[in-house]
């Protein structure tokens, strides 16, 4: 068990993501899925950075385990921000699919050069005594007018990174994990993860 590390998540995209970046380091890594019964986290912050904590403190204090919870989303010009922290509940009930089809209609009509958008990641890792660890990463792009590519999860297939001329969904796992907000924050954090992790 000292080697576990639990990502507070429901969200099956993002568990391959850190899978991708904790297992290498010999961390065996578990998520909600591991633990069935645990209740659910409300999400009720007004930052990213606030949501990761909740998620993060509730189940470290549930599972006593170091737990790391990840709080993202997607922020887009033109639409002053939105969804924002917001992203997973955009169309009502974390349907990617229809989260998708709303932001492409409330985009209708906004010329390319107009559809410019950041992800961001907040990662809070927590141990059961309380040591905390914070890191954020973001990464900017362009919204597509159509999906374009089949891999990753939530907004990738319109998330366009013009330098790569990809989007998250046609980049794949290992490419994605080198270039989004989530490997950013991540690349902040390790650093400090060590002295964190052994402490
Ligand atoms: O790399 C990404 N590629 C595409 N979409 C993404 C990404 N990162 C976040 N997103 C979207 C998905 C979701 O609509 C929202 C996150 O919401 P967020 O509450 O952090 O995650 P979630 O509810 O899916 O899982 P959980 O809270 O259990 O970790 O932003
Ligand atoms: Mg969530």
Redesign the pocket.
């Known amino acids: 068990m000292e080697n576990t590390i639990v990502?507070?998540?429901?969200?099956a995209?993002?568990a391959r993501?850190f899978r991708a970046i904790f297992e290498p380091k010999g961390l065996t890594v578990k998520t909600?899925a591991d633990f069935p019964d645990l209740k659910q986290?409300a999400?009720t912050g007004k930052t990213?950075t606030e949501?990761?904590t909740l998620?993060a403190t509730a189940v470290a204090h549930e599972t006593q385990l170091p737990v790391l919870?990840?709080?993202?989303?997607?922020m887009v010009d033109a639409l002053n921000g939105e969804?924002g922290?917001y992203?997973?509940?955009?169309a009502g009930d974390?349907d990617?699919a229809k989260?998708n089809a709303k932001l492409l209609a409330n985009l209708s009509g906004v010329p390319a050069e107009k559809r410019g958008a950041a992800?961001h990641?907040s990662l809070v890792l927590i141990k059961p005594d309380g040591k905390k660890l914070v890191a954020t990463g973001e990464v900017r792009g362009e919204i597509l007018t159509a999906p374009r590519g089949t891999d990753?999860?939530?907004?990738?297939p319109l998330?366009y990174v013009p330098a790569e001329q990809l989007t998250?969904?046609e980049m794949g796992l290992a490419m994605?994990n080198q270039h989004?907000?989530?490997a950013k924050a991540t690349a902040a954090m390790l650093p400090q993860f060590d002295a964190w992790w052994e402490d």
Do not use: C, M, Q, W
């Open positions: 990502i507070a998540t429901k969200n995209g993002k993501e909600l986290v999400e990213f949501n990761a998620k919870a990840d709080d993202s989303g997607l969804p922290i992203s997973a509940r955009y974390h990617d989260n992800f990641t990753g999860f939530g907004y990738d998330f998250f969904a994605k989004s907000h989530r």
